[in-house]
């Protein structure tokens, strides 16, 4: 199966930023799937989490090595990304909550996501907890409508030269998250539809 259809979902990125303590955005991201292939084509395989190897090649010729899985939680999915030998907790945690999940989203997603950081134990956010849980519930709460929403919690210092490489591969997997849950809601719409009205325009 491949991406589900309809127009794009425009995408609300919020972010946590470890150095200040404090959110930005929201800013749009864009749903570009150029770079989603390869994990995308082994979430496709995978029921509910995925765990792998990120590259990121600067043009000064450095190349990261990243690690990373993913989950889907059933109204949203959470993505974790650390270094390879690097010690100490992860350095970003994700979650995506597509608009067509929100309605199943639970009260307690944002108090269940921070004790999940919290249990990861990220230098940087102990003692932010409640900073990120009531921003979190606020905006899932606020909502007017169904929107894509990702939230993205740096939960380390890294080196300036880094941080760029680390920030696009969370907006990469946040992007293969939606996808995936999209084409996995599409697919679950298909099936529930009875047999003999398949097909039918």
């Not at 972010?15 to 770079?35: F, I, K």
């Not at 059933?74 to 995506?96: H, K, R, W």
């Not at 939960?155 to 995936?180: D, G, K, N, T």
Request: aromatic share 6%.
């Amino acid at each position: 199966m491949r991406c589900a259809s309809g127009p794009p979902p425009v995408i609300e990125l919020h972010g946590w930023d470890a150095r200040t303590r404090s959110w930005h955005g929201p800013d749009e991201l864009a749903y570009n799937l150029a770079s989603c292939g390869s994990v995308l084509t082994q979430l496709r395989s995978l029921p509910g989490s995925w765990y792998g190897h990120l590259r990121s090649r600067r043009w000064s010729g450095l190349t990261l090595s990243f690690c990373a899985s993913i989950h889907d939680l059933g109204d949203a999915a959470l993505a974790v990304i650390d270094m390879e030998g690097s010690p100490g907790g992860p350095l970003q945690i994700v979650l995506a909550v597509p608009a067509q999940r929100q309605p199943l989203v639970r009260p307690e997603l944002a108090f269940e996501f921070v004790s999940f950081v919290r249990f990861l134990e990220g230098a940087e956010t102990v003692g932010s907890e409640l900073a990120i849980h009531d921003y979190i519930q606020r905006v899932l709460e606020e909502s007017a409508e169904p929107r894509t929403l990702v939230f993205s919690i740096e939960s380390r210092h890294v080196h300036p030269e880094c941080h760029i490489p680390l920030s696009e591969q969370a907006e990469r997997l946040a992007i293969c998250m939606i996808a995936w849950m999209a084409e996995k809601d599409a697919a679950r719409e298909l099936d529930s539809v009875p047999g003999n009205l398949r097909g039918r325009s």
